[in-house]
């Protein structure tokens, strides 16, 4: 019998699971597939903290490298959590982003998460020459280089880093409780097209610190410039997202 989904850490909740042996789906599938329904509807909170790999092993009478193969299933698609003292337990829900013109800030809120940010790095100086092309400008034109760390539900999410014409850049106190796009048109900036590339990698050592990931864990990236109706760019991002945590969303249409 399934005690509560929703009883958090201090007790593990058991999965009512019931295995076919004669069926050709593997059993670590059969077990960890469940799991992962309940999650992905909500029945199962973050936070909550599941029953042992010996435990499940010994209820549902499977060895333990298969019960402990279901669970790891589910850790690397994200669902599930290993923490050293508490155990396994859900993660917190996975944020999944359109391809739109948007803050992540906006739509983070808009879909219920708790943000906040933190800002490693404000720093207004003479653009460099390979900043000065990145953004089109003379060099030694006024920039802002903006590096901050975005938390969702106190988990942090994103490394974001960002180049901006001083003339536009929004102050740093306004950045720790704003979105960079909305502080942006209230000086009067029109945000009208972006060239975005997304890409994958291994976090760095001092990424992986920032995210609260390991070392080498796997990180989606994102180049993004932004321009206004000019063809003026006003905006570089160099993003980093947990890709536990993260993904993107596209809507494809046939030509």
Do not use: W
Request: hydrophobic share 40%.
């Amino acid at each position: 019998m399934s005690r509560s989904p929703h009883t958090g850490v201090s007790e593990s909740y058991i999965p009512d699971i019931t295995l076919d042996r004669s069926s050709p789906v593997p059993l670590y599938f059969q077990i960890s597939e469940p799991i992962a329904q309940l999650i992905n509807s909500g029945a199962l909170a973050a936070d909550t903290r599941l029953e042992d790999e010996l435990s499940m092993a010994a209820r549902l009478h499977v060895s333990r490298p298969t019960a402990r193969q279901a669970l790891q299933r589910l850790v690397d698609r994200g669902l599930l959590t290993r923490r050293r003292g508490i155990g396994t337990i859900v993660s917190p829900r996975q944020v999944h982003r359109p391809m739109e013109l948007t803050s992540l800030m906006r739509e983070l809120v808009e879909a219920g998460h708790k943000v906040r940010t933190t800002i490693q790095c404000y720093d207004a100086h003479p653009a460099t020459q390979t900043e000065a092309d990145t953004l089109q400008v003379d060099e030694g034109a006024p920039i802002v280089h903006i590096e901050r760390t975005r938390f969702t539900d106190n988990e942090p999410i994103a490394v974001l880093m960002n180049l901006i014409p001083a003339d536009i850049a929004p102050a740093m106190a306004e950045l720790e409780s704003g979105s960079l796009y909305d502080l942006m048109r209230e000086r009067g900036v029109v945000l009208t097209s972006a060239r975005q590339v997304i890409g994958a990698r291994s976090a760095t050592a001092a990424e992986a610190r920032l995210l609260a990931e390991h070392h080498g864990a796997a990180v989606l990236t994102t180049q993004r410039t932004t321009y206004d109706p000019s063809g003026r760019i006003v905006e570089y991002g160099d993003h980093i997202y947990r890709a536990s945590r993260y993904s993107f969303e596209a809507n494809l249409f046939a030509q």
